[in-house]
Nanobody, 115 residues
Framework: QVQLVESGGGLVQAGGSLRLSCAAS??????LGWYRQAPGKQRELVAV???????TYIDSVKGRFTVSRDNGKNTVYLQMNSLKPEDTAVYYC???????????WGQGTQVTVSS
């Protein structure tokens, strides 16, 4: 089992910044990343980073969001800049265990961007 504990999130005005953190325990051999789910929409993958630091993003956040990880702390971060109202969603940290591709989820944290 992999346990994930998220922190961060909140309410910010458009153009502002927020930083999400997610600490993973139980396994260090995991890909880490973030999904989000807006009201009435499907959950979408925002960013993922592997243990080597290679990151990928959905097009709508490229240039604004940065995902990073501290392997020593087994923690993944999502720095969100230039936030837009359409970024409003519940953000979920996830971990994918490499040896069997099992997925684990954080509890979710609300990000609200006001216009």
């Amino acid at each position: 089992q992999v346990q994930l504990v998220e922190s961060g999130g909140g309410l910010v005005q458009a153009g502002g910044s927020l930083r999400l953190s997610c600490a993973a325990s139980g396994s260090s051999s995991v890909r880490l990343g973030w999904y989000r789910q807006a009201p009435g929409k499907q959950r979408e993958l925002v960013a993922v980073i592997n243990s080597g630091g290679i990151a990928t993003y959905i097009d709508s956040v490229k240039g604004r969001f940065t995902v990073s990880r501290d392997n020593g702390k087994n923690t993944v971060y999502l720095q969100m800049n230039s936030l837009k109202p359409e970024d409003t969603a519940v953000y979920y940290c996830y971990a994918q265990r490499i040896y069997d591709n099992s997925l684990f989820w954080g509890q979710g944290t609300q990000v609200t961007v006001s216009s």
